[in-house]
């Protein structure tokens, strides 16, 4: 069972940034990607963020693109998401992913148990 734990959540004001990181135990070796969810109250979980690891390519959603960015440190099994230009919409619990799967579809296989960041007007 691979172990995800996230840091670096908190209460930040509109327009500031804050920096996510996630770190999982040495048994991240067959994790194909790697990415950041996040939950609104009372909705559902939606994607915020991948990274794939054969090739470092990233994935965003469409309401993240050019204010977000995620990245990754092999050595120390880390990834990070860098959230800039926040708003008070993206005030939720962000949770990291990983999947052994290149492409995975449906649930991913192991979770982290998340992180609150909150965004003020």
């Known amino acids: 069972q691979v172990q995800l734990v996230e840091s670096g959540g908190g209460l930040v004001q509109a327009g500031g940034s804050l920096r996510l990181s996630c770190s999982a135990d040495?048994?991240?070796?067959?994790?194909?990607?790697m990415g950041w969810f996040r939950q609104h109250p009372g909705k559902a979980r939606e994607f915020v963020a991948r990274?794939?690891?054969?090739?470092?390519?990233?994935y965003y959603a469409d309401s993240v693109k050019g204010r977000f960015a995620i990245s990754s440190d092999h050595a120390e099994n880390t990834i990070y998401l860098q959230m800039n230009s926040l708003k008070p919409e993206d005030t939720a619990v962000y949770s990291c992913?990983?999947?052994?799967?290149?492409?995975?579809?449906?649930?991913?296989?192991?979770w982290g148990r998340g992180t609150q960041v909150s965004v003020s007007s």
């Open positions: 040495r048994r991240t070796f067959n994790l194909q990607v």
């Open positions: 992913a990983g999947d052994p799967r290149a492409a995975p579809t449906g649930l991913w296989r192991y």
């Open positions: 990274i794939d690891k054969s090739d470092g390519k990233t």
